[in-house]
């Protein structure tokens, strides 16, 4: 095990990580933050209070770093507060059983080993060490199931964030190891191991989740209660005659949008932000989303159309945003698991990806008459 896990311990550090976060959040995700230093290749962020750097290094070199705050070492921001309901929290586990988790990120070489999970080990220990009892954190649509499946909650409406765009807030219930029963979370044996037994805290701790959220995970896509008007919006041809799914039985539907994240979108979200990295293809499930490239409007897409195309079929950055101009759902299915089906599932995959295509040729020859262009 040739990689190492410390924290940064000063300015040096500091340097290492803003490369870093240059390397990830602009090079390769595309994120336009204010201020960066292109030059010099650093996205410099300052600490204005005590603020944990988990750093992890191979051969001397930063491959990953993941950032922590504690409510016991520093204050939360009243932006952080109002996204993530921490007031309501709070007054159940005071501000020291709270803890956000934000810029974890490792290079591409160390994404597929055993890296990110001993780092997420590594936070979680921190946290169960120091008796935080709530860890939040936030991800885009596509990282979603990633979460859930860890033990995260979805609990609270999405937000816009100017540069990452439509994220989810996220909660984890530390003493709620039942629930990590439950869901068969690779956590539960870090749990059994070093947590004492679940605090007097949990009954209010869960009494503050709502027993609907924003985004809902297709577990059991067949046995979901909408699954009906979910297969009938996925069924519709909102473009020319030709539906994302046309000529698949219900069954193999469901292999397609298993584990994908559902997500109710208010007016004025974005879904999808131009120039970023990020390759899943959506469905209009119900309500309309619009096409903007440059801020400009170029189509809009009503129940049962499919966008983000041209980006996943390309393997390119996003060439335009897509907003919901009404109340939405969208259903986003993810790029690795159309890649895993692709690999396993040679039928299924070849119908997929032949209305997909049908549909990026009826877009541009709409586009030859005067209509929209392939969107994002």
């Given at each position: 095990m040739s990689t190492q896990l410390r924290f940064a311990e000063g300015a040096a550090d500091h340097e290492q990580i803003w490369r870093l976060r240059y390397d990830i959040y602009v090079d390769e995700m595309g994120y336009t933050f204010p201020g960066v230093d292109h030059a010099g290749r650093r996205l410099a962020e300052p600490f204005l209070r005590p603020t944990r750097l988990l750093m992890a290094e191979d051969g001397g070199a930063l491959v990953g770093t993941l950032q922590f705050n504690r409510g016991g070492e520093c204050a939360f921001t009243s932006e952080e507060r109002a996204i993530y309901r921490l007031d309501d929290f709070e007054s159940v586990v005071g501000p020291a059983g709270m803890m956000i988790a934000s810029r974890f990120m490792t290079r591409p070489s160390h994404r597929d080993g055993d890296l990110p999970a001993r780092m997420l080990d590594e936070m979680f220990g921190f946290a169960l060490d120091n008796g935080v009892r709530l860890l939040f954190c936030d991800c885009r649509p596509h990282l979603i199931n990633t979460y859930l499946r860890l033990g995260f909650r979805n609990y609270a409406k999405t937000y816009n964030d100017p540069i990452a765009g439509m994220l989810a807030p996220l909660v984890f219930v530390l003493d709620d190891v039942a629930h990590l029963e439950r869901i068969g979370s690779?956590?539960?044996?870090?749990?059994?191991?070093?947590?004492?037994?679940?605090?007097?805290?949990?009954?209010?701790?869960?009494?503050?989740?709502?027993?609907?959220?924003?985004?809902?995970?297709?577990?059991?896509?067949?046995?979901?209660?909408?699954?009906?008007?979910?297969?009938?919006?996925?069924?519709?041809?909102?473009?020319?005659?030709?539906?994302?799914?046309?000529?698949?039985?219900?069954?193999?539907?469901?292999?397609?949008?298993?584990?994908?994240?559902?997500?109710?979108?208010?007016?004025?979200?974005?879904?999808?932000?131009?120039?970023?990295?990020?390759?899943?293809?959506?469905?209009?499930?119900?309500?309309?989303?619009?096409?903007?490239?440059?801020?400009?409007?170029?189509?809009?897409?009503?129940?049962?159309?499919?966008?983000?195309?041209?980006?996943?079929?390309?393997?390119?950055?996003?060439?335009?945003?897509?907003?919901?101009?009404?109340?939405?759902?969208?259903i986003s299915l993810r790029e690795r698991v159309l890649n895993d089906l692709i690999a396993s599932e040679s039928n299924i995959a070849a119908r997929f990806l032949l209305n997909l295509a049908r549909i990026v040729c009826l877009k541009l020859a709409e586009q030859g008459e005067g209509g929209a262009p392939p969107s994002a």
């Amino acid at each position: 095990m040739s990689t190492q896990l410390r924290f940064a311990e000063g300015a040096a550090d500091h340097e290492q990580i803003w490369r870093l976060r240059y390397d990830i959040y602009v090079d390769e995700m595309g994120y336009t933050f204010p201020g960066v230093d292109h030059a010099g290749r650093r996205l410099a962020e300052p600490f204005l209070r005590p603020t944990r750097l988990l750093m992890a290094e191979d051969g001397g070199a930063l491959v990953g770093t993941l950032q922590f705050n504690r409510g016991g070492e520093c204050a939360f921001t009243s932006e952080e507060r109002a996204i993530y309901r921490l007031d309501d929290f709070e007054s159940v586990v005071g501000p020291a059983g709270m803890m956000i988790a934000s810029r974890f990120m490792t290079r591409p070489s160390h994404r597929d080993g055993d890296l990110p999970a001993r780092m997420l080990d590594e936070m979680f220990g921190f946290a169960l060490d120091n008796g935080v009892r709530l860890l939040f954190c936030d991800c885009r649509p596509h990282l979603i199931n990633t979460y859930l499946r860890l033990g995260f909650r979805n609990y609270a409406k999405t937000y816009n964030d100017p540069i990452a765009g439509m994220l989810a807030p996220l909660v984890f219930v530390l003493d709620d190891v039942a629930h990590l029963e439950r869901i068969g979370s690779r956590l539960l044996p870090l749990y059994r191991a070093r947590a004492p037994r679940p605090s007097d805290l949990l009954p209010g701790i869960l009494a503050l989740l709502p027993p609907a959220t924003p985004v809902q995970l297709l577990s059991d896509p067949e046995g979901s209660p909408d699954w009906s008007g979910i297969r009938a919006a996925l069924g519709e041809a909102a473009t020319g005659h030709v539906s994302i799914f046309q000529g698949l039985a219900p069954e193999e539907i469901a292999r397609l949008i298993e584990r994908s994240p559902v997500i109710t979108c208010a007016a004025g979200d974005k879904i999808i932000g131009q120039d970023m990295a990020e390759r899943s293809v959506f469905v209009v499930l119900d309500g309309a989303v619009e096409v903007r490239r440059d801020g400009q409007p170029i189509a809009l897409l009503p129940r049962g159309s499919v966008f983000g195309e041209v980006a996943f079929l390309l393997g390119i950055d996003r060439t335009a945003d897509v907003v919901a101009v009404t109340e939405a759902r969208v259903i986003s299915l993810r790029e690795r698991v159309l890649n895993d089906l692709i690999a396993s599932e040679s039928n299924i995959a070849a119908r997929f990806l032949l209305n997909l295509a049908r549909i990026v040729c009826l877009k541009l020859a709409e586009q030859g008459e005067g209509g929209a262009p392939p969107s994002a």
